[in-house]
T-cell receptor, first 115, second 112 residues
Framework: DAGVIQSPRHEVTEMGQEVTLRCKPI?????LFWYRQTMMRGLELLIY????????DSGMPEDRFSAKMPNASFSTLKIQPSEPRDSAVYFC?????????????FGPGTRLLVL | AQSVTQLGSHVSVSEGALVLLRCNYSSSVPPYLFWYVQYPNQGLQLLLK??????LVKGINGFEAEFKKSETSFHLTKPSAHMSDAAEYFC??????????FGKGTSLLVTP
């Protein structure tokens, strides 16, 4: 299995530009999570989906952030307009409901720098 | 809400020495607890998880953790550190089994 795939791995953009981060979960997994990692705030859950439906988006910092999951194999996290304080590493993770305590599998992350 | 506190943002041990990374949780009901490891420029990888089946949990790479309800702790240990263990370690808690709440992380440095 290829694992969770994220693209791009690195993104440098200017303040005010739109940024789109992409994630392909592990095939067959029914949960997908977006996290943000910064030095100041650590790892924060932004939003998660179950069977392509957003379940909890209370971690999304503000309206500039949006996430979609149009199908089981693809999700996007969009920031519009971007600001320097959005600079962080964004991780996507997926898991499979199995009746027990599910393990989340993380992608390699997208390192975003907003100038 | 459930949360975890990792004591010590940086821990340094000598190669071959005991590794002890501390994690305390806050939860009104028995939680699910996890330890993840993050190597530089990589995503997080599960080391081990507690799901109430056994209080002593063994994970990958020789790590283990013990759930102690009386102390609300889930400390991570390894008898003998290797240079390759140098990484960032995260404790996490979950009630629902889905959304994880991570600690701030502990950076482990292993010296020769």
């Amino acid at each position: 299995d290829a694992g969770v795939i994220q693209s791009p791995r690195h993104e440098v953009t200017e303040m005010g530009q739109e940024v789109t981060l992409r994630c392909k979960p592990i095939s067959g997994h029914d949960y997908l999570f977006w996290y943000r990692q910064t030095m100041m705030r650590g790892l924060e859950l932004l939003i998660y989906f179950n069977n392509n439906v957003p379940i909890d988006d209370s971690g999304m910092p503000e309206d500039r952030f949006s996430a979609k999951m149009p199908n089981a194999s693809f999700s996007t996290l969009k920031i519009q307009p971007s600001e320097p304080r959005d600079s962080a590493v964004y991780f996507c993770a997926s898991s499979l409901t199995s009746g027990g305590q599910e393990t989340q599998y993380f992608g390699p992350g997208t390192r975003l720098l907003v100038l | 809400a459930q949360s975890v506190t990792q004591l010590g943002s940086h821990v340094s041990v000598s190669e071959g020495a005991l590794v002890l990374l501390r994690c305390n949780y806050s939860s009104s009901v028995p939680p699910y607890l996890f330890w993840y490891v993050q190597y530089p420029n990589q995503g997080l990888q599960l080391l081990l998880k507690y799901t109430s089946a056994a209080t002593l949990v063994k994970g990958i790479n020789g790590f283990e953790a013990e759930f102690k309800k009386s102390e609300t702790s889930f400390h991570l240990t390894k008898p003998s550190a290797h240079m390759s263990d140098a990484a960032e370690y995260f404790c996490a808690v979950s009630l629902s089994g889905y959304a994880l709440n991570f600690g701030k992380g502990t950076s482990l440095l292993v010296t020769p």
